[in-house]
Protein backbone atom coordinates (compact mmCIF):
# COMPACT_ATOMS: atom_id res chain seq x y z
CA UNK A 1 0.00 0.00 0.00
CA UNK A 2 1.46 3.27 -1.43
CA UNK A 3 1.67 5.43 2.02
CA UNK A 4 3.61 8.41 3.89
CA UNK A 5 4.70 7.66 7.26
CA UNK A 6 5.42 9.98 9.97
CA UNK A 7 6.75 9.76 13.67
CA UNK A 8 5.32 10.09 16.16
CA UNK A 9 2.13 11.07 15.44
CA UNK A 10 2.53 13.16 19.04
CA UNK A 11 4.63 14.48 20.79
CA UNK A 12 5.11 16.75 24.04
CA UNK A 13 8.12 18.27 24.79
CA UNK A 14 10.19 21.31 26.22
CA UNK A 15 11.26 24.30 24.96
CA UNK A 16 15.40 23.83 23.84
CA UNK A 17 15.30 20.14 23.58
CA UNK A 18 16.44 18.87 20.39
CA UNK A 19 14.21 16.56 18.69
CA UNK A 20 13.50 14.85 15.14
CA UNK A 21 10.23 13.94 13.09
CA UNK A 22 11.09 10.93 10.88
CA UNK A 23 9.06 10.64 7.49
CA UNK A 24 9.10 8.29 5.25
CA UNK A 25 7.37 6.96 2.03
CA UNK A 26 7.28 3.89 0.25
CA UNK A 27 6.52 4.92 -3.44
CA UNK A 28 9.87 5.99 -4.55
CA UNK A 29 8.66 9.44 -5.00
CA UNK A 30 11.43 11.77 -5.97
CA UNK A 31 9.54 15.04 -4.11
CA UNK A 32 9.16 15.58 -0.16
CA UNK A 33 7.97 18.58 1.92
CA UNK A 34 7.07 19.35 5.16
CA UNK A 35 4.17 21.05 6.21
CA UNK A 36 3.10 22.90 9.43
CA UNK A 37 -0.77 23.80 9.87
CA UNK A 38 -2.00 26.05 12.20
CA UNK A 39 -5.44 27.27 13.12
CA UNK A 40 -6.16 30.55 10.99
CA UNK A 41 -3.24 30.36 9.18
CA UNK A 42 -3.33 26.68 7.06
CA UNK A 43 -1.22 24.54 5.99
CA UNK A 44 2.47 26.16 5.27
CA UNK A 45 5.01 24.54 3.63
CA UNK A 46 8.60 24.31 5.99
CA UNK A 47 11.31 23.05 3.46
CA UNK A 48 11.43 20.60 0.48
CA UNK A 49 13.50 18.54 -0.94
CA UNK A 50 13.60 17.54 -4.88
CA UNK A 51 15.51 14.51 -5.15
CA UNK A 52 18.55 13.41 -2.30
CA UNK A 53 21.13 15.36 -0.86
CA UNK A 54 18.53 18.24 -2.67
CA UNK A 55 16.99 20.32 -0.33
CA UNK A 56 15.53 24.13 0.19
CA UNK A 57 13.57 26.10 2.40
CA UNK A 58 10.09 26.69 1.66
CA UNK A 59 7.67 29.54 3.44
CA UNK A 60 8.08 29.25 6.77
CA UNK A 61 12.46 27.24 7.34
CA UNK A 62 13.44 29.21 10.65
CA UNK A 63 13.94 27.01 13.68
CA UNK A 64 14.11 24.09 11.18
CA UNK A 65 16.50 21.75 9.78
CA UNK A 66 16.17 18.99 7.36
CA UNK A 67 17.88 16.04 5.38
CA UNK A 68 17.79 14.01 2.29
CA UNK A 69 20.52 11.02 2.40
CA UNK A 70 18.78 8.89 1.65
CA UNK A 71 15.64 8.56 -1.50
CA UNK A 72 12.73 7.42 1.25
CA UNK A 73 13.58 9.36 4.23
CA UNK A 74 12.80 13.14 5.07
CA UNK A 75 13.25 13.82 8.78
CA UNK A 76 12.40 16.91 10.12
CA UNK A 77 14.80 18.60 12.96
CA UNK A 78 14.07 21.06 15.67
CA UNK A 79 17.11 21.99 17.16
CA UNK A 80 16.17 24.04 19.72
CA UNK A 81 12.20 23.54 19.22
CA UNK A 82 10.18 26.74 21.20
CA UNK A 83 6.40 27.33 22.24
CA UNK A 84 5.93 28.93 18.98
CA UNK A 85 6.37 25.56 16.99
CA UNK A 86 3.30 23.94 18.22
CA UNK A 87 2.07 22.85 15.92
CA UNK A 88 0.69 19.91 13.22
CA UNK A 89 2.94 19.06 11.01
CA UNK A 90 2.65 16.84 7.81
CA UNK A 91 5.17 15.27 5.65
CA UNK A 92 4.10 15.08 1.77
CA UNK A 93 5.78 13.28 -1.29
CA UNK A 94 5.00 13.12 -4.80
CA UNK A 95 6.68 11.67 -7.83
CA UNK A 96 7.55 15.49 -9.72
CA UNK A 97 5.58 17.80 -12.86
CA UNK A 98 3.30 19.72 -12.51
CA UNK A 99 -0.17 17.04 -12.64
CA UNK A 100 0.96 15.04 -10.25
CA UNK A 101 -1.22 14.56 -7.03
CA UNK A 102 0.81 14.74 -3.43
CA UNK A 103 0.20 11.62 -0.52
CA UNK A 104 0.45 13.05 3.00
CA UNK A 105 1.03 11.62 6.10
CA UNK A 106 -1.22 11.72 9.15
CA UNK A 107 0.35 14.28 10.64
CA UNK A 108 2.18 15.05 13.64
CA UNK A 109 1.24 16.86 17.00
CA UNK A 110 4.25 18.60 18.71
CA UNK A 111 3.30 20.56 21.41
CA UNK A 112 6.27 22.62 23.07
CA UNK A 113 6.33 24.01 26.65
CA UNK B 1 0.77 30.21 -8.26
CA UNK B 2 -3.29 31.83 -8.67
CA UNK B 3 -4.94 33.04 -5.63
CA UNK B 4 -8.00 30.87 -5.01
CA UNK B 5 -11.73 31.82 -3.49
CA UNK B 6 -13.87 29.72 -1.52
CA UNK B 7 -17.03 30.22 0.57
CA UNK B 8 -16.12 29.34 4.47
CA UNK B 9 -18.67 27.12 4.75
CA UNK B 10 -21.36 25.00 3.29
CA UNK B 11 -24.18 22.30 4.50
CA UNK B 12 -25.46 19.33 2.28
CA UNK B 13 -28.18 16.52 2.98
CA UNK B 14 -26.64 12.76 3.14
CA UNK B 15 -27.30 11.25 -0.31
CA UNK B 16 -28.07 14.58 -2.21
CA UNK B 17 -25.14 15.84 -4.27
CA UNK B 18 -22.77 17.93 -2.90
CA UNK B 19 -21.45 21.10 -5.09
CA UNK B 20 -18.47 23.32 -4.18
CA UNK B 21 -17.31 25.91 -5.74
CA UNK B 22 -13.99 27.35 -6.67
CA UNK B 23 -12.82 31.00 -8.28
CA UNK B 24 -9.44 31.18 -9.58
CA UNK B 25 -9.71 34.07 -12.24
CA UNK B 26 -6.27 34.89 -12.24
CA UNK B 27 -5.27 31.77 -13.40
CA UNK B 28 -2.56 30.97 -16.15
CA UNK B 29 -2.92 28.59 -19.33
CA UNK B 30 -0.32 26.11 -17.36
CA UNK B 31 -2.14 26.31 -13.91
CA UNK B 32 -3.98 22.97 -13.40
CA UNK B 33 -6.27 22.81 -10.40
CA UNK B 34 -6.60 20.35 -7.65
CA UNK B 35 -9.00 19.37 -5.08
CA UNK B 36 -8.12 18.30 -2.05
CA UNK B 37 -9.95 17.12 1.49
CA UNK B 38 -9.18 17.20 4.90
CA UNK B 39 -11.16 15.34 7.54
CA UNK B 40 -10.74 16.44 10.77
CA UNK B 41 -6.69 17.07 11.58
CA UNK B 42 -5.82 13.82 8.90
CA UNK B 43 -3.21 14.40 6.44
CA UNK B 44 -5.13 16.25 3.20
CA UNK B 45 -6.33 13.98 0.76
CA UNK B 46 -6.26 14.31 -3.29
CA UNK B 47 -9.02 13.99 -4.39
CA UNK B 48 -9.14 15.30 -8.37
CA UNK B 49 -7.30 17.49 -10.70
CA UNK B 50 -7.87 19.21 -14.07
CA UNK B 51 -6.60 21.46 -16.27
CA UNK B 52 -9.61 22.64 -18.84
CA UNK B 53 -12.12 19.27 -19.47
CA UNK B 54 -14.21 18.33 -17.58
CA UNK B 55 -12.77 15.43 -14.75
CA UNK B 56 -14.48 12.48 -13.61
CA UNK B 57 -13.10 9.64 -11.08
CA UNK B 58 -14.74 7.53 -8.70
CA UNK B 59 -14.66 10.40 -5.81
CA UNK B 60 -15.48 13.15 -7.76
CA UNK B 61 -16.61 14.98 -10.80
CA UNK B 62 -14.51 18.49 -11.15
CA UNK B 63 -16.61 20.98 -13.64
CA UNK B 64 -14.22 23.75 -14.90
CA UNK B 65 -15.74 26.64 -16.95
CA UNK B 66 -14.34 27.51 -20.59
CA UNK B 67 -12.43 30.62 -19.53
CA UNK B 68 -11.22 28.59 -16.56
CA UNK B 69 -12.12 31.41 -14.19
CA UNK B 70 -13.97 29.15 -12.07
CA UNK B 71 -14.92 25.44 -10.96
CA UNK B 72 -17.12 23.24 -9.07
CA UNK B 73 -16.21 19.97 -7.31
CA UNK B 74 -19.23 17.94 -7.35
CA UNK B 75 -19.76 14.78 -4.84
CA UNK B 76 -22.53 13.44 -6.43
CA UNK B 77 -23.87 10.83 -3.32
CA UNK B 78 -22.39 12.88 0.02
CA UNK B 79 -22.35 10.94 2.80
CA UNK B 80 -21.26 11.85 6.56
CA UNK B 81 -18.42 10.67 5.81
CA UNK B 82 -17.85 13.46 3.40
CA UNK B 83 -17.64 15.73 6.04
CA UNK B 84 -14.42 17.37 5.73
CA UNK B 85 -12.52 20.69 4.90
CA UNK B 86 -12.20 20.92 0.71
CA UNK B 87 -9.19 23.19 -0.66
CA UNK B 88 -8.80 24.37 -4.31
CA UNK B 89 -6.10 25.02 -5.30
CA UNK B 90 -4.21 26.04 -8.79
CA UNK B 91 -0.39 25.21 -9.40
CA UNK B 92 1.90 24.54 -11.93
CA UNK B 93 4.72 22.44 -12.06
CA UNK B 94 7.40 24.22 -9.68
CA UNK B 95 10.41 23.35 -8.02
CA UNK B 96 9.90 21.76 -4.95
CA UNK B 97 5.61 20.41 -5.72
CA UNK B 98 4.45 23.38 -2.91
CA UNK B 99 0.50 23.39 -2.81
CA UNK B 100 -0.78 26.46 -1.11
CA UNK B 101 -3.90 25.94 0.87
CA UNK B 102 -6.22 28.59 1.78
CA UNK B 103 -8.78 28.31 3.99
CA UNK B 104 -11.00 25.76 2.01
CA UNK B 105 -14.31 25.36 2.33
CA UNK B 106 -15.75 23.38 5.62
CA UNK B 107 -18.63 21.15 4.11
CA UNK B 108 -21.12 19.30 6.52
CA UNK B 109 -23.19 16.73 5.38
CA UNK B 110 -25.92 16.45 7.53
CA UNK B 111 -28.43 13.36 8.02
Known amino acids: EAQVTQNPRYLITVTGKKLTVTCSQN?????MSWYRQDPGLGLRQIYY???????DKGDVPEGYKVSRKEKRNFPLILESPSPNQTSLYFC????????????FGQGTRLTVV | DAKTTQPPSMDCAEGRAANLPCNHS???????VYWYRQIHSQGPQYIIH???NNETNEMASLIITEDRKSSTLILPHATLRDTAVYYC????????????FGPGTRLSVLP
Open chain 1, 49 to 55: SMNVEVT
Open chain 2, 26 to 32: TISGNEY
Open chain 1, 92 to 103: ASSSGGGTTEAF
Open chain 1, 27 to 31: MNHEY
Open chain 2, 50 to 52: GLK
Open chain 2, 89 to 100: IVRVEVGGQNFV
